[in-house]
């Protein structure tokens, strides 16, 4: 219980520290920064949950970002936001769903098969765009990631529907539970009657439609489809879910402690450039607590076992 419990007192505690480190963290300017930045980050995490919980794991998640939001953009310069947006999302969900079609009909490991998709993905980028970002898009476009509704950040309007759509699918419906069953035992589900292969591939797919979501708000942000862009992304997204009480074994995972997780990560982030911290020591650190989580889990099923 109380190892479930660590992420929200390691967040709250973080909360605390920072709100005495520096006088410029509990300021709006501030906290509005940090939602934003996290949003994208939180929203790939999500997706990333429940292939976690069902088994698997997508190290291409930051490929998929880059190619949407190039498509996407691509789209909109000529198509306007409406189908660009379209475009974007509808990539990133025809990239998971090849990630998982791979995955469960040549029955190889996920990490083998998103590790070439990662290359093929960033590749495909690079070729369409030959290495250059894209830049004539319309301006009303930056309201998805900059813009305000009622006073809040539109982006964690968005973050939040995305977090109850994502729980209520894990939570209360059939796909969440096979997801569960598979990522638990495939084998133990297989024989129950779960259609492994086609719930396995729904995940994936659901996740690489989020992410491409993620693309669009990413490219809104910085105004620009950048073929370079979200590196790195997928060790973040995996550190959300492992931080939040995921399991890498399968079978573990919520939406609350992704969430978490994320913003754990967010706050460091943060934190590090309000106190003048070197960059450089953010990847230390978010590789230190990733070791960290997975040892906690590991001592906590060691002793359920014994």
């Known amino acids: ?19 005495i480190a520096s006088p410029n963290f509990l300021t ?43 498509l996407g953009t ?24 090849s990630n998982g079609l791979m995955t469960t009909s040549l029955r190889i490991n996920p ?36 813009g305000t509704l009622l006073g809040v950040p539109f982006v964690l309007w968005i973050l939040l529907f995305c977090a109850l759509a994502m729980h209520v699918m894990l939570e209360h419906t059939r796909l969440g539970r096979y997801a569960f069953s598979i990522g638990s ?3 133990a589900a297989y024989y129950a009657g779960v259609p492994v292969r086609f719930h396995t591939t729904a995940v994936y797919a659901i996740a690489g439609m989020l992410t491409g979501l993620a693309g669009m708000i990413e490219a809104s942000r910085l105004m620009t489809g950048q073929p370079t862009g979200g590196q790195g992304y997928e060790l973040t997204a995996i ?19 992704t969430l978490v997780g ?7 982030a943060n934190g590090s450039d309000l106190l003048g911290t070197n960059p450089y020591w953010q990847q230390v650190i978010i590789g230190a607590v990733i070791i960290l989580a997975v040892s906690f889990d590991e001592l906590r099923k060691r002793r359920m076992t014994a």
């Open 262 to 268: 994320a913003f754990i990560m967010g706050l460091l």
């Open 111 to 146: 990490f083998i098969v998103t590790l070439g998709t990662m290359g093929i993905f960033r590749g495909l980028a690079l070729i369409i765009s030959k290495g250059l970002p894209v830049h004539q898009i319309p301006t009303s476009f930056s309201y998805l990631g900059e």
């Open 185 to 187: 035992n495939p084998e």
């Open 239 to 257: 550190a959300a879910v492992v931080i939040g009480g995921g399991s890498l074994r399968g079978g573990e995972g919520s939406v609350l402690g």
């Open 28 to 70: 709006a300017t501030n906290l509005s920064s940090v939602v934003r930045q996290t949003a994208v980050i939180n929203i790939m995490a999500l997706g990333m949950t429940a292939i976690i919980i069902s088994g698997g794991i997508d190290l291409s998640v930051g490929s998929i970002l880059a190619l949407a939001g190039l």
């Open 1 to 19: 219980m109380i190892q479930r419990l660590l992420p929200f007192f390691t967040l709250i505690a973080l909360f605390i520290i920072l709100c």
């Open 74 to 97: 691509m789209t909109m310069e000529k198509q306007g936001i409406a189908l660009g947006m379209i475009v974007g999302v509808l990539t990133g969900m025809l990239c998971g769903f």
